[in-house]
């Protein structure tokens, strides 16, 4: 028990390197998670894994490489590390809020049931809690424990669209808690709240049917295009590097190597290497897979940040076709050239 409060003494220490509003954003990102850890803890547990990887990477890196690469590569798992710990709650988070909204029209269609049949809204609320709505049945059962335990109906229902990364569920709790504040009948809005949800779904349809050209213009352009011709001036490069070698300096040109004008032209100044052109070509990849990831997920889905789902695919899908065409190109004309 002495070291593990010496543990959790130590995180909460290292955990003050982040300013309060990342704290108070973790806080909320988290309870969407229903990852049931302090925020102080788990910025800490970030900050100690940070700290070792940058150690880690620096040694390592400075072995092999000058000081100022290792500390590029130091900053860049750094970087990593953020984004990780960033990254597993978020994608957590959205997760669940899919699985919610998902069920979410018939959940509301089922307490208007039960109000209908009789039942006041606390208790319609608490039969509606099946297995089948998944994480919306914990949250459900929350909403009916602190309801029975004293706290106002508002005040739970506000407390559970808090929970829960969904903008539709927070509409729909509002317009909820304002038609019982007002005394509506609650079977008839919560029908009409169902019906709203189911049509915004098959509008959300109509949309991803409508951008499909886009989605497809993007993906080919950025996954396939893209590589292929970065991988095509890297041979390129390459075949013109092997020209140049064995040619020999200026002046000594072999006759009929080159028969062209330009040779001399072509072959003055420090030309660009094919390792130097190989690292932009997979600079400018990563950048563009990258951005292509959120302007994907932008057009499919309205929500910017699901593009971090999307980002790794996109990033190793790139670089593998890049690797790949330029393979398949050494190989195709290997016995030609």
């Known amino acids: 028990m002495k ?4 543990f959790e003494r130590l995180l909460h220490i290292t955990s003050r390197i982040y300013p309060r509003s990342y704290e108070k954003r973790f806080e909320i990102l ?17 900050a100690l894994v940070m700290l070792l990887v940058m150690a880690v990477a620096f040694v390592l890196s ?18 990593a590390v953020l984004f990780l710990f960033y990254l597993v709650p978020l994608m957590a988070a959205d997760a669940r809020a899919r699985q919610v909204e998902a069920v979410l029209p018939d959940a509301f269609l089922m307490i208007a049931a039960n109000i209908r049949a009789g039942m006041t809204i606390e208790n319609a609320i608490l039969a509606s809690a099946k297995p089948e709505f998944g994480p919306l049945e914990y949250e459900i059962r929350r909403v009916s424990t602190k309801t029975f335990a004293g706290s106002s109906l508002n005040d739970a229902l506000r407390e559970m669209a808090g929970r829960i990364r969904s903008s539709p569920l927070k509409r729909g709790i509002e317009l909820l808690i304002q038609g019982n504040a007002l005394g509506g009948q609650m079977a008839s809005l919560l029908y009409e709240i169902a019906q709203d949800l189911r049509e915004q779904k098959a509008l959300q349809r109509e949309i991803n049917t409508a951008t499909m050209m886009y989605t497809i213009f993007i993906v080919f352009s950025t996954l396939m295009a893209s590589p292929v011709l970065f991988a095509t001036s890297v ?47 997979i600079a400018c990849i990563t950048v563009t897979t990258f951005f292509a990831a959120f302007t994907l997920a932008q057009i499919r889905n309205g929500k910017l940040l699901a593009g971090i789902r999307y980002m790794p695919l996109f990033v190793l899908a790139g670089l593998g076709m890049f690797f790949a065409a330029l393979f398949g190109l050494q190989q195709v004309f290997s016995t030609i050239v």
């Open 62 to 79: 400075s072995i092999f490489l000058n000081v100022l690469y290792a500390v590029g590569i130091t900053l860049m798992g750094a970087i």
């Open 30 to 46: 988290l309870r969407e998670a229903n990852i049931d850890i302090p925020a102080k803890l788990y910025l800490g547990t970030t």
């Open 235 to 281: 041979y390129y490069n390459m075949i013109s590097a092997q020209i140049t070698s064995s040619v020999g300096p200026i002046g000594e040109v072999p006759a009929g190597a080159m028969s062209f004008g330009s040779a001399q032209g072509i072959l003055k100044g420090s030309a660009i290497t094919p390792d130097e052109l190989r690292l932009f070509a």
């Open 3 to 6: 070291s593990m409060g010496f």
